[in-house]
């Protein structure tokens, strides 16, 4: 059974930065897993942040990055915003037609 | 503007099936893209259901793959979900989406979602 790893929660500063990890439980997290990362604030519909490692979605604001960090997807927030308080989602792909998405990250800004 | 939107009934009897229709306008299934279903419970995270081409090609999640059906209708430019026997286990809000999977290789077109209910 492949799992998706994400960090329960996470809380940083206004204004500062952070960056969530997405790992694999059974292997290394490569650019050909393709992480993709989605942000949710409760109640609504996920918002596609990053598409293949490190593309940003139109109209995501430059503070989001993604990338590859070790073994593991990395979706990086430089300047933290209030606004930025919600739920990050990672999808992995595992082979054989096969995504999964990671557990979600709680990110509190305060 | 590519749209896509849920329908189907909100409450389902459990050990019957449950079947959602996401329909696609703005641009034509034939054209390419994966299209697929992602699920998410009450209070918990986001769920890959199964995704399919208009070719017919179909992946599913393995846990779910003995229940679940996804069958694109390129007629009438949608797709379908049916998942069978359900339990309470099954209540979520289902949302379909567009998958680019030569690019991008993510969901990048959500629908707003549909609430489901398993109860008696």
């Known amino acids: 059974q492949t799992v998706v790893t994400q960090e329960p929660s996470f809380s940083v500063s206004p204004g500062g930065t952070v960056t969530l990890t997405c790992g694999l439980s059974s292997d290394s997290v490569s650019r050909r897993s393709y992480p993709s990362w989605y942000q949710q604030t409760p109640g609504r519909t996920p918002r596609t942040l990053i598409y293949?490692?490190?593309i940003r979605s139109s109209g995501v604001p430059g503070r989001f990055s993604g990338s590859i960090l070790g073994d593991k997807a990395a979706l990086t927030i430089t300047g933290a915003q209030a606004d930025d308080e919600c739920e990050y989602y990672c999808l992995l792909y595992v082979g054989g037609g096969i995504w999964v998405f990671g557990g979600g990250t709680r990110l509190t800004v305060l | 503007q590519v749209q896509v939107q849920e329908s189907g009934p909100g409450l389902v009897k459990p050990s019957e099936t449950l079947s959602l229709t996401c329909a696609v306008s703005?641009?034509?299934?034939?054209?390419?893209?994966?299209w697929g279903w992602v699920r998410q419970a009450p209070g918990k995270g986001l769920e890959w259901i199964g995704s399919t081409h208009h070719s017919g090609t179909t992946y599913y999640n393995p846990f779910l793959k003995s229940r679940v059906t996804i069958t694109p209708d390129t007629s009438k430019n949608k797709f379908s979900l049916n998942v069978e026997f359900v339990t309470a286990a099954d209540t979520a809000m289902y949302y379909c989406?567009?998958?680019?999977?030569?690019?991008?290789?993510?969901?990048?077109?959500w629908g707003q979602g549909t609430v489901v209910t398993v109860s008696s």
């Open positions: 703005g641009y034509s299934m034939t054209s390419g893209y994966y």
């Open positions: 293949n490692t490190d």
């Open positions: 989406a567009r998958f680019e999977s030569s690019v991008l290789r993510a969901f990048d077109i």
